[in-house]
């Protein structure tokens, strides 16, 4: 149990267009998802914290306009990255918890590239 | 802010070997965590600590909640091949998933065949 699929898992696309990313939980619900970045040889920074039907809460320091997320279901959240510049490429990764769970699950992850 | 530092930044280590890594925080974590992370790959939980001086095995590995609630090890007995990866370290403020995770820098493992 306590499944979390991300998709798509590498997305390549040019500077300035916007890309979203998927979170499903697929047999929980997921009341709280995370959304985290990770840099090479890095390790994983908390980008947002976001609730089933309110507003995402942002870490210091990440633009909540440039990195919108939407947590409209139990089992959905998405992350788009607006007007992406090179310099936002990176490895996405959520995670989500909620209910009886005392810790969360991650997804896969999703690799983007702004060219 | 909550900030937590792991170390052996890295180990070589020969198949077969014992391995030991640790991780200290400045400030008190009610939940940590070890995950294990693959190339490409999103985090997997391997060990979660709930109680101060809790020790916990998962197969060939072992982690244990300091009694300080500051810091945690893991060990990885006879390692294989397959231990290859990242080894994070996590902590939360408090036992539930819907608290944020903070991660450490991680400890990267090469085994030597």
């Known amino acids: 149990g306590a499944v979390v699929s991300q998709h798509p898992s590498r997305v390549i696309c040019k500077s300035g267009t916007s890309v979203k990313i998927e979170c499903r939980s697929l047999?929980?619900?997921?009341?709280?998802m995370f959304w985290y970045r990770q840099f090479p040889k890095q390790s994983l920074m908390l980008m947002a914290t976001s609730n089933e039907g309110s507003k995402a809460t942002y870490e210091q320091g990440v633009e909540k306009d440039k990195f919108l997320i939407n947590h409209a279901s139990l089992t959905l959240s998405t992350l788009t990255v607006t007007s992406a510049h090179p310099e936002d490429s990176s490895f996405y990764i959520c995670?989500?918890?909620?209910?009886?769970?005392?810790?969360?699950?991650f997804g896969s992850g999703t690799r983007l590239t702004v060219v | 802010g909550q900030q937590l530092n792991q170390s052996p930044q890295s180990m070589f280590i020969q198949e077969g070997e014992d391995v030991s890594m640790n991780c200290t925080s400045s400030s008190i974590f009610n939940t940590w965590l070890w995950y294990k992370q693959d190339p490409g790959e999103g985090p997997v939980l391997l060990i979660a600590?709930?109680?101060?001086?809790e020790l916990t095995s998962n197969g060939r590995l072992t982690a244990q909640f300091g009694t300080t609630r500051k810091d945690s090890f893991l060990n990885i007995s006879a390692s294989i091949p397959s231990d290859v990866g990242i080894y994070f370290c996590?902590?939360?403020?408090?036992?539930?998933?819907?608290?944020?995770?903070?991660f450490g820098p991680g400890t990267s493992l090469s085994v030597i065949p």
């Open positions: 047999d929980f619900q997921a009341t709280t």
């Open positions: 995670s989500a918890g909620g209910g009886q769970l005392l810790y969360y699950t």
């Open positions: 600590l709930y109680k101060a001086g």
């Open positions: 996590a902590g939360q403020r408090r036992k539930t998933s819907y608290d944020k995770v903070i």
